[in-house]
Every structure is written in structure tokens, then in C-alpha cells.
């Protein structure tokens, strides 16, 4: 609830500082040329506000505030700052929660920076290429199927549509109708493709042991009974680089920053006195009430 308030909050001083923004508002302070991050924009009770500060709000506001003018932008940031500053300096004693909130706040500010740096970093076209070599250099291809079926729920069942089927009944036909896999049934029993793999045994046996182009007999899994059409089979490749470009980014981003984790921490004078504390005091929130 704490949490959806502070949220709240910030919604509404979006809303606030931007309504009636739009139009009817003279045009923003004129700075004098060369203004930096440091540049003062206003004051509150002495306590300044600077356009880095601003510029640093702008990022993280919703798209929506972004297509705004940027003298509407400009007067509706700098509102939601003072209002803000006016309404944290009303908060002037910081109790142990505010004080833990904010260097949490900070030390996973500055430990995103390191993380989004590192792994910026370590995913290059180089990197790619030797994760790709590394998982699918020695690929053994896998066989894949394309199949259909028709799911019901007893082998009488499934033996009466098999003899439907033996007698010249179309297959898709017959597991639009009958069958009760909703997925696949709307598609005429279609799987598309598929390896072994992906299936439940019974089901993988029979497609492996079906004879292509020919509806098996019964084959029952924990879902039901199935007839089974395999209509083709065909080795899988390994997938190209660029198939698996974000997969592998994945992989080498996480392998960089784990690398980095260790780097530093192994680097890093660390003691740990409160190992022997009580862990249930975590759930003690009136500790830092």
C-alpha cells in the first residue's frame, strides 16, 4: 500500500505540475548562453534546483509528456520539482527507514550504472560470434516432425474414428469435429513442426514409430487417447547467429556481469559481523519506524 501511494503521488504531481500547461503561458526563463548541468533554474527556501536536475526528470517521465512543447515541458518539470523540494524539506526529520530507503536507493542507482556499462560492453559482434561457435559449433541436428492429431478421451472413441478414417474420412474434417485438443483442433488437428522432445512420451514414441502419411493406432498419454498423422520429418539445423542474436546477447551480458561481480567483490575488503543475527529480526519493521 506504501508503495501504490508513493506511486500515486507521483502521478499526481505529473498531472499537476503539466495542467493547464499547454496553453496561455509565457515562454520559459531565457538563460544566458553556456549553461551546464550546475545551472541554477530555482530556489526553494535556499535550496537550489538546477537544469541537470530537470534534464535528468525529463528521462524518466512517460512518453506521453514527451511530445509536449518544450516551454510546456520546461514549466511543467520545474513545477514538479519545487513542488517537490517544498513538500520533502515539510519531511525535515529523517527517520532510520528514510535513511536505509535512500542509500538503497543509491547504491542500486550506482550499481545499475556498472551493470548497464559492463554489459553495453561485452556484447559485440566478436562476443556473438564466439557464444554462437561455443553452443552450436558441435550441433548434432535434431530430428523434427510435422504432425497432427485428434485427442479424445477413450480408446473406444478413438478406435471408432480410426476406423472412420480407415473407411476414408478426411482427417482435419474429422478433428475439427471431434477433437478435444482446442488448440490444434480448430487447425484440422495440426501441430506444425516439433522435436521429440517438446511432447509427452507416449505421444513422442508414437509419432518416432508412426509411418508417414499413415493415421497410427490408439496411443494413449496422460491427456487422453490420440491418433496420430505424421506428415514429414526432417533434420533440424542449428539456428543462424542471427536467429539467436538476443539469446546469445542474453547469455554473454549475464556472463559479463557475473564475471564483474566477481571481479570487484573479490577485490573488495568485505566483513560480514552481522552473519550471527537473529534472521527473523528482518521481519522487525518497527526497528526502523
Not at 28 to 41: D, F, R, S
Not at 234 to 262: H, N, Q, W, Y
Request: proline letters at 4%.
Amino acid at each position: 500500500m506504501a508503495i501504490e501511494k508513493r506511486l500515486g503521488a507521483a502521478v499526481f504531481w505529473v498531472a499537476a505540475a503539466f495542467a493547464g500547461l499547454a496553453t496561455g503561458l509565457a515562454n520559459g526563463p531565457a538563460l544566458a548562453e553556456g549553461e551546464t548541468a550546475a545551472t541554477v533554474v530555482a530556489t526553494v527556501n535556499g535550496t537550489e534546483i538546477t537544469l541537470g536536475q530537470m534534464i535528468a526528470l525529463r528521462e524518466s517521465l512517460p512518453d506521453q509528456y514527451l511530445s509536449l512543447a518544450d516551454d510546456v515541458l520546461f514549466k511543467g518539470i520545474l513545477e514538479q520539482l519545487i513542488q517537490q523540494e517544498a513538500l520533502a524539506q515539510a519531511h525535515s526529520q529523517k527517520s532510520p527507514r528514510d535513511k536505509a530507503v535512500i542509500v538503497n536507493n543509491e547504491r542500486g542507482y550506482f550499481s545499475g550504472i556498472v551493470i548497464s556499462d559492463v554489459a553495453s560492453a561485452a556484447v559485440t559482434d566478436a562476443a556473438l560470434q564466439k557464444a554462437w561457435d561455443e553452443k552450436y559449433a558441435d550441433h548434432v541436428p535434431q530430428k523434427e516432425y510435422s504432425a497432427a492429431h485428434i485427442l479424445v478421451e477413450t480408446e473406444a472413441e478413438a478406435k471408432e474414428l480410426k476406423a472412420e478414417l480407415d473407411g476414408g474420412a478426411e482427417f482435419a474434417a474429422l478433428a475439427k469435429e471431434a477433437s478435444n485438443d482446442p488448440g490444434s483442433g480448430e487447425q484440422g488437428g495440426e501441430l506444425g513442426w516439433f522435436t521429440l522432445d517438446r511432447m509427452v512420451k507416449p505421444f513422442a514414441d508414437g509419432v518416432a514409430a508412426a509411418t508417414q502419411g499413415k493415421v497410427t493406432d490408439p496411443v494413449q498419454s496422460d491427456f487422453g487417447w490420440h491418433l496420430i498423422l505424421v506428415h514429414e520429418s526432417r533434420d533440424r539445423p542449428a539456428p543462424t547467429l542471427d536467429e539467436v542474436r538476443d539469446v546469445l546477447a542474453g547469455e554473454v551480458e549475464e556472463r559479463a556481469i557475473a564475471a564483474k561481480i566477481t571481479e570487484l567483490t573479490g577485490a573488495a575488503t568485505i566483513t560480514k559481523p552481522g552473519e550471527g543475527i537473529d534472521p527473523a529480526l528482518l521481519k522487525n519493521n518497527a526497528l526502523i519506524d
